[in-house]
T-cell receptor, first 109, second 114 residues
């Protein structure tokens, strides 16, 4: 089955800095790669996704890149703000979603 | 829409007791998923339904776990008998499709088995 590795497990940045979270996947047939944000006490919420026919996608301060050859994809958050503090999950899909273990992002004012 | 609704939000029970978790998906969503979240294993898919029919239950850890979806607006996840290692946060999610569709998660049920 699909396996998704996510790094780092924790990430601390200063407000205004950029944050990058990286994931690798095992199944080359995966064709959909969403990113979810989970705030304390809440369920995960989709923030951005990318499909295998696209190399990069941006939405305001958030961008995702995909390298199908290397089977890795990354989340980039620019100009981080304290409200970006949360756990971020990458996922890859072949039939159902397989999630990475998550990255706890802490943005300090 | 109120989003995915789960109840209870917190459940504390003793080992050996039966536990029932409940979920109301978003109206019009054809797919319903049950996930378990732990620090060690992350988010694991337990089972999913399409149009109230269980499609894949390969993630259900053992026979103590069972899930039902009697109609389009209600699903349950039952653990009988419960064990301390079942302690986790259980999420229900729904979506309008399987392939590349956003999954909308409920707030989760935090289960503690003592």
């Amino acid at each position: 089955g699909e396996n998704v590795e996510q790094h780092p497990s924790t990430l601390s940045v200063q407000e205004g800095d950029s944050a990058v979270i990286k994931c690798t996947y095992s199944d080359s047939a995966s064709n959909y790669f969403p990113w979810y944000k989970q705030e304390l006490g809440k369920g995960p919420q989709l923030i951005i996704d990318i499909r295998s026919n696209v190399g990069e996608k941006k939405d305001q301060r958030i961008a995702v890149t995909l390298n199908k050859t290397a089977k890795h994809f990354s989340l980039h958050i620019t100009e981080t703000q304290p409200e970006d503090s949360a756990v971020y999950f990458c996922a890859a899909r072949w039939s159902t979603l397989t999630f990475g273990k998550g990255t706890m992002l802490l943005v300090s004012p | 829409d109120a989003g995915v609704i789960q109840s209870p939000r917190h459940e504390v029970t003793e080992m050996g007791q039966e536990v029932t978790l409940r979920c109301k998906p978003i109206s019009g969503h054809d797919y319903l998923f049950w996930y378990r979240q732990t620090m060690m294993r992350g988010l694991e898919l337990l089972i999913y339904f399409n149009n109230n029919v269980p499609i894949d239950d390969s993630g259900m850890p053992e026979d103590r776990f069972s899930a039902k979806m009697p109609n389009a607006s209600f699903s349950t996840l039952k653990i009988q008998p419960s064990e301390p290692r079942d302690s986790a946060v259980y999420f229900c999610a729904s979506s309008t499709g399987l392939a590349g569709y956003e999954q909308y998660f409920g707030p989760g049920t935090r289960l503690t088995v003592t």
